[in-house]
Each structure stands twice: as structure tokens, then as C-alpha cells.
């Protein structure tokens, strides 16, 4: 396999640099469309402790969100990879090493807490509060996960990209031009 490029998601990079204004915006998005569901639905009862529930929420999604990559990361990977877990320029992150992945299981290991985290903080909020927690709690989520959106975004457009290996700081985009499976 041949290397087609690297995403550097950790440094000083254009795709690393696009990232802070893109969760700022789905964070504005999210909480902007929460006060406006507030305004039309109401709070309900209990609005003070429903702000503690969206910080304690929001806070368990950061760990729930790892810990999706990491069960992806071993379910698609078929066991044959080595997952550990890190902090670095204020972000939280899973990393495989081993064998690189199929490029489609790869998005699927990034997109999995998109989806999974997402949809179970969409429950606790309409549980605990109705829509306007649901939404809040689904859009700060999200605005944690651009960085993830945004290498599949690159993954997908990337030519010649048939499978990805984790790195140091991001992804490997790797073309298989032996003509074996993908």
C-alpha cells in the first residue's frame, strides 16, 4: 500500500485550523435553536436542574464518545488492533494501532459517536426536560465531533483512498493498488 496523504488533526495544519470556527458554529447553532424551543415549548419545571443535567451530560459524552471509537475501532478492526486513549491540544482522542482499515469501516469508527452518543443524549434530554435539552445536548455533542466530520469529509473526496491507518495525529490515507479486496 502507498501513502495518498496524512491528515494532521493535533497540529497546526488547514484542517486542524478550520475546526475551532466549525464547532463554534454548531455550538451557536445548538444552543441558539435551544433558547428559541424554550421560548416555544418552555423549560418545563426545574430549569436549574436541568442546566446541571446538560453540564453533567455533556460531560459523560466526552468519555461515552472515546469509548464508541474504541468499541468501533475493535469491532471493525476484528481484535487485530491496539487501542489507547490521550489528551492533546485540548481534545480528547482514541487511537488504533495495527492494521490499517478498509476506508469504509474507518469512516464508520468515526462517525459511530456522531451517531450512537448522539442519539442516547437526544434521549436524556427529552427524558429529563423535552426538545430544547434534547437539542442543546445533541448540538454541543456534535460541535465536539468536527474534528471526526472533518476527516471523513477528506477521507471520502481523497482519490485513490482505499484504506486509513491511525497515526500520531491523525489518519494515513492509503490506496491498495494490488487489486485485492477493499
Do not use: K, N, Q
Amino acid at each position: 500500500m502507498r501513502s495518498v496523504a496524512r491528515l494532521d488533526i493535533l497540529g497546526d495544519t488547514p484542517l486542524a485550523r478550520r475546526m475551532v470556527p466549525l464547532s463554534v458554529a454548531f455550538l451557536a447553532v445548538g444552543l441558539t435553536g435551544a433558547l428559541l424551543l424554550a421560548a416555544v415549548y418552555g423549560w418545563g419545571s426545574g430549569a436549574g436542574a436541568h442546566v446541571i443535567v446538560y453540564v453533567v451530560a455533556s460531560a459523560v459524552a466526552l468519555l461515552a464518545h472515546e469509548l464508541v471509537h474504541a468499541a468501533a475501532f475493535l469491532l471493525l478492526g476484528r481484535g487485530r488492533l491496539r487501542i489507547s486513549f490521550g489528551f492533546e491540544a485540548g481534545m480528547l482522542y482514541t487511537r488504533a494501532e495495527g492494521d490499517p482499515l478498509a476506508r469504509g469501516r474507518f469512516v464508520a469508527v468515526l462517525l459511530a459517536p456522531s451517531v450512537v452518543v448522539t442519539v442516547a443524549l437526544v434521549g436524556v434530554g427529552e427524558l429529563v426536560a423535552g426538545t430544547a435539552l434534547a437539542w442543546a445536548l445533541a448540538w454541543t455533542h456534535l460541535s465536539g465531533c468536527v474534528g471526526d466530520l472533518a476527516m471523513v469529509a477528506e477521507i471520502v473526496r481523497t482519490p485513490g483512498c482505499t484504506h486509513v491507518r491511525d497515526t500520531d495525529t491523525g489518519v494515513e490515507l492509503l490506496a491498495d493498488d494490488s487489486g485485492g479486496p477493499r
